[in-house]
C-alpha cells in the first residue's frame, strides 16, 4: 500500500503560500516584530510532533514565517512558549510533521494563555483511491471546485487492488480524474470533511471514449490535434515522437467524452484539415474526408538550370604593311608592344598589335562555372549560390545547415521540433533545447526561436530565444508541465 504523506500539488501549494505570504513591506519577520513580554504557551496534544509554528495578529493577511527555530518541533504532550506583545486578538496555524494543519484566528493573548493544539480547528483532511479495477492508474488529478486540474498527483503508478493515500485542504467537495495505463479515463467526486475512501469502479464513471480516425484525406498525416469544440486552443499533437498515420490507415485514440469533437490534421507536406461538431460522448470511428481543407503551403519555387552562354571565336587578325605602331592593351591584359601581340586578358580579348606584318589578333575561351543568373539551390546539406565579389568577378558561396536544407533555404530547429510534454522519454534531436520539469524527472521539448521569432504551434518565442507555451494562471500550462505561469506570461517560469 503507497501512502502519500504530502501529494506534489499540495506540498507546492503550502510552499507557494509560504513563500508569498511572508511579510511585505517591513524586513522584520513577524517573530521579531511581534515579540515582547507576554508569554503565550502551545500544548501538544495530538498525535504527531510539531514542526512549524505561524503566528501574526488576525487583522493581517499573511502569516508569516515559521516562529520555530531550524531543525526545532514540539513533541507530542510537549510545550513551547512563545513571547508575544499580548494581542487581543490573535491567529495561530500550527502544521504537524505529518502534514495536518491545525489553523485558529481571534485568540486573545492579552495575557499569559495556554492554547492546546487540538482546539484549533483541523483544515486539512485525508483521500485514499482505491484501484479496485483490473488495470494499473498512470495518472491521477484532483482540484476542488471551480479550479483546473493541475498536475498529475502521483509520484507512482497505483497498481489493481492497490490504494493510495493523499493529504488535501478540507473543501466541500473535491473531484478527481483518474487516467488508467490503458488510456481509460475515470472521473467522480468526494466529500473531504472527514478522511475518506474512493474506489475506482464503483464510485467514479468511465468518462471516456475511443475514437478510431480513418485518413482518406490522400495525404501522410504527422500531426493529429483533438479538442473540444469549447476549448480555447487546438492542444498539442497526440502523435508519438517519429511517427505518423499513413494515408489510407486507421489510427485510434482514447479521449474524454465531450459533446462535440473538434478535428485538425496536419500533413507532412504542411496542408491542413480542420472540422467541428462531431459528436463525441461514445465510440466512434470518424473518416477525415468531411474535414475542411484550411491551409495549403505555397508550391516550392522550381529551380531551372540557366543556359551556359555561347562565346564565339574572335576572328583573325589582319595583315598591316605600315610601319608598327604599339598595340593597344588588351582587357585584363598585357599592353601590346611594337610587333607585339595582343595579350589575353582574363576578362577579354587583347586587340592585335601593328608594326609588324602579318600580326594575328589575340584569342580566349571562357567558361566560369558560377553565374550570378542562377538562383540559390540545395546542394547536400548547403545552399549554394553565386556572389558578385567585385570586378567583374563571380565566387561560389556555401551556407552550411546543420539541420539540411530544403527549398533552397537553411533549415530551422522549429520548423521540425513539435513542442510538447515528453512524459519521462527523452526529446527527439531536432527539439533543441528542452527543459526539466519538477514532475517524475520529465521534460517538456521545444526548440529554438526561428530568425524572426517563429516558434511551433502551442508556443512563442522567450525574451531569451526559447520557444515555450504562453499562459496567464498556471491552468494554461500543458498537463504534467511545471506548475508556474512566469511572470512574462510563460509556462515554467520564464
Not at 517519429?242 to 507532412?268: E, F, H, K
Amino acid at each position: 500500500m503507497g501512502t502519500h504523506r504530502f501529494s506534489s500539488s499540495l506540498w507546492a501549494a503550502l510552499v507557494a503560500a509560504v513563500v508569498t505570504t511572508g511579510f511585505v513591506g517591513c524586513a522584520k519577520p513577524h517573530s521579531v516584530q511581534f515579540a515582547g513580554s507576554v508569554p503565550y504557551t502551545l500544548h501538544n496534544d495530538v498525535e504527531d510532533t510539531i514542526c512549524s509554528v505561524r503566528m501574526a495578529p488576525s487583522t493581517l493577511d499573511n502569516w508569516g514565517e515559521n516562529w520555530l527555530s531550524e531543525g526545532e518541533g514540539i513533541g507530542a504532550g510537549g510545550d513551547r512558549t512563545f513571547m508575544t506583545l499580548g494581542d487581543p486578538d490573535w491567529a495561530a496555524e500550527v502544521t504537524l510533521c505529518n502534514g495536518h494543519i491545525h489553523s485558529g484566528n481571534h485568540l486573545s493573548v492579552a495575557s499569559a494563555t495556554t492554547t492546546n493544539v487540538s482546539a484549533l480547528p483541523r483544515i486539512t483532511s485525508v483521500v485514499t483511491v482505491v484501484n479496485d479495477s483490473a488495470d494499473e492508474i498512470c495518472s491521477l488529478f484532483m482540484a476542488p471546485p471551480n479550479s483546473p486540474w493541475g498536475n498529475n498527483w502521483l509520484a507512482y503508478t497505483i497498481p489493481s487492488g492497490q490504494e493510495s493515500t493523499f493529504l488535501v485542504y478540507k473543501y466541500d467537495t473535491w473531484y478527481l480524474q483518474a487516467v488508467m495505463c490503458s488510456g481509460r479515463i475515470y472521473e467522480g467526486s468526494v466529500a473531504t470533511l472527514d478522511p475518506q475512501r474512493v474506489a475506482v469502479l464503483q464510485q467514479m464513471a468511465d468518462v471516456s471514449a475511443v475514437v478510431t480516425l480513418i485518413n482518406n484525406l490522400q495525404a501522410d498525416l504527422c500531426a493529429v490535434q483533438i479538442a473540444s469544440t469549447t476549448d480555447a486552443d487546438w492542444g498539442y499533437n497526440w502523435l508519438q515522437a517519429d511517427t505518423y498515420v499513413p494515408a489510407g490507415n486507421a489510427w485510434s485514440a482514447i479521449v474524454r467524452q465531450v459533446d462535440q469533437l473538434a478535428l485538425r490534421m496536419t500533413a507532412c507536406d504542411g496542408r491542413i484539415w480542420e472540422g467541428r461538431g462531431y459528436q463525441g460522448v461514445q465510440d466512434s470511428t470518424i473518416e477525415l474526408g468531411w474535414l475542411a481543407l484550411v491551409y495549403e503551403p505555397p508550391p516550392a519555387p522550381v529551380y531551372v538550370e540557366p543556359t551556359a552562354p555561347v562565346y564565339e571565336q574572335p576572328t583573325a587578325g589582319y595583315t598591316d604593311t605600315s610601319s608598327g605602331n604599339n598595340g593597344s592593351s588588351g582587357s585584363y591584359g598585357s599592353s601590346g608592344g611594337s610587333t607585339d601581340s595582343g595579350g589575353y586578358g582574363s576578362g577579354g580579348y587583347g586587340s592585335s598589335g601593328g608594326g609588324g606584318s602579318s600580326n594575328s589578333g589575340g584569342s580566349s575561351t571562357i567558361a566560369p562555372s558560377c553565374s550570378l543568373t542562377a538562383a540559390p539551390r540545395c546542394d547536400g546539406n548547403a545552399v549554394l549560390s553565386c556572389q558578385d565579389i567585385g570586378g567583374g568577378m563571380v565566387a561560389e558561396h556555401r551556407q552550411v545547415c546543420p539541420l539540411g536544407c530544403k527549398n533552397a533555404a537553411c533549415v530551422y530547429a522549429y520548423q521540425l521540433c513539435k513542442a510538447r510534454f515528453a512524459g519521462s522519454g527523452s526529446c527527439p534531436s531536432e527539439c533543441d533545447r528542452s527543459y526539466s520539469v519538477s514532475v517524475n524527472g520529465n521534460s517538456y521539448c521545444t526548440s529554438s526561436c526561428g530568425p524572426g521569432g517563429e516558434c511551433p504551434a502551442g508556443t512563442a518565442c522567450t525574451s531569451d530565444g526559447t520557444c515555450l507555451p504562453p499562459c496567464s494562471v498556471p491552468g494554461d500550462c500543458p498537463t504534467g508541465f511545471l506548475p508556474y505561469c512566469g511572470s512574462s506570461g510563460f509556462c515554467g517560469g520564464i
